[in-house]
Nanobody, 115 residues
Framework: QVQLVESGGGLVQPGGSLRLSCAASGSIFSINVMGWYRQAPGKERELVAA???????NYADSVKGRFTISRDNAKNTVYLQMNSLKPEDTAVYYC?????????WGQGTQVTVSS
């Protein structure tokens, strides 16, 4: 059973950057589409970026041009490079398959964008 552990969050000023990592305890090679999701206080969880096993990517309009998702199947890791961060990016960020599987939800990593 694959377990996903997110890391790399923190407090950053508006305009700053963070790189999130999602490490899988098992192989993610068989998971065709991986995604990064986020949940802000009082809001529903939303998909912000997705990547196929072949490297095709898709982004929510709110992060397009600022976030970049990538995956390293050999390292069983998915990344989310976040640039030009805005206060509205503040949320807990999770990785999961797309569509998400309940057993894959981890603790997430907190991203706070504030001056």
């Amino acid at each position: 059973q694959v377990q996903l552990v997110e890391s790399g969050g923190g407090l950053v000023q508006p305009g700053g950057s963070l790189r999130l990592s999602c490490a899988a305890s098992g192989s993610i090679f068989s998971i065709n589409v991986m995604g990064w999701y986020r949940q802000a206080p009082g809001k529903e969880r939303e998909l912000v970026a997705a990547i196929t096993s072949g490297g095709s990517t898709n982004y929510a309009d709110s992060v397009k041009g600022r976030f970049t998702i990538s995956r390293d199947n050999a390292k069983n890791t998915v990344y989310l490079q976040m640039n030009s961060l805005k206060p509205e990016d503040t949320a807990v960020y999770y990785c999961n398959a797309l569509p998400p599987l309940r057993v894959y939800w981890g603790q997430g990593t907190q991203v706070t964008v504030s001056s």
